[in-house]
């Protein structure tokens, strides 16, 4: 009797001992440097850095935005050449979305304050939608883009720009995908206007859009959505709660090997905040550092 008492607090106090690490989890911070190879890069971009951050979810119960005003110190630090953030700056759109998009927006404005160009989309938890079936809430998305830009924060939707470096005429364009669940998106779109050949970097926020994008159009392309996968198995991010929760198919975590179009490269940046529970376990935020190469 007494060694089934054992046998069944083992695995009990185990359980409480994961739930404890994983609200715990979630205030550390892990800087990823990755290398990503851009054909035709111009010679003043050859080593210049590229930082991302993704899926703060303010506004989820016990959220984390501290680990998003870390990770923006952290790029001011660094002073890469530009920021992408890929999307779901809050979580719920009720009972206040004024102040969550204002805490939101509060972690990215001091990056403009610090003169690193900033760019970002908009995820679905944006539009309002914790599900493909929840109806986009447009006026939400709105209200957040206006207060984003009134913050300096460069918002695009199936659109490409050209980021450019003090002095130096050689652009780099980044284009940029809204919304998938939102039914935003529109690739060819995104597209136009980027003369054939030229280097360029692709940001959205479901990494399910990236399987659209023609071969050889995205040769760096990031995203989010994904938070890793949330909790899972140590190293090992294709096992996790997402893998079972998730119908549609979900590269949770890093270099999407073998996914896409042939000369297209996705990297997914396991985010900072959570989703229904704010809980992380063995998949910490993450906060992306890119260093971009011609070869």
Not at 88 to 116: C, Q, T
Request: include cysteine.
């Amino acid at each position: 009797m007494k060694s089934l008492k054992w046998f069944l607090l083992g695995p009990l106090g185990l359980l409480c001992l994961l739930v404890l690490w994983g609200l715990i989890e979630p205030h550390f911070l892990n800087v990823e440097e990755e290398t990503a190879v851009i054909p035709n890069l111009p010679k003043a971009w050859e080593g210049q850095k590229i930082g991302q951050l993704s899926d703060f979810q303010v506004g989820l119960w016990a959220d984390n935005p501290d680990t998003g005003h870390r990770g923006v110190k952290k790029l001011i630090e660094v002073q890469p050449a530009a920021v992408f953030i890929s999307g779901d700056f809050i979580y719920h759109a009720k009972p206040d979305p004024a102040a969550e998009i204002e805490e939101a927006v509060s972690i990215v404005r001091p990056l403009v304050e610090a003169g690193i160009p900033t760019y970002a989309v908009l995820g679905n938890h944006d539009y309002g939608m914790s599900s493909k079936k929840a109806p986009p809430d447009t006026e939400l998305a709105s209200n957040l883009e206006t207060e984003l830009e009134t913050a300096g924060i460069v918002v695009l939707k199936n659109e490409s720009t050209q980021m450019r470096l003090p002095n130096s005429d050689e652009p780099l364009y980044l284009a940029a995908v809204g919304s998938l669940w939102a039914k935003q998106d529109d690739v060819s779109k995104t597209l136009e206007g980027i003369p054939a050949n030229s280097p360029r970097v692709v940001m959205m926020h479901n990494p399910d859009t990236f399987e659209l994008f023609p071969a050889n159009s995205a040769p760096l392309a990031v995203a989010g959505h994904t938070h890793g996968g949330q909790m899972r198995l140590p190293a090992s991010p294709q096992w996790s709660w997402l893998r079972f929760t998730q119908d549609d198919k979900v590269y949770a975590d890093g270099w999407a090997k073998g996914y896409g179009k042939p000369g297209n490269n996705l990297y997914v940046n396991i985010g900072i905040g959570m989703s229904m529970v704010p809980i992380r376990i063995f998949c910490p935020p993450e906060l992306t550092i890119f260093t971009l190469r011609s070869s």
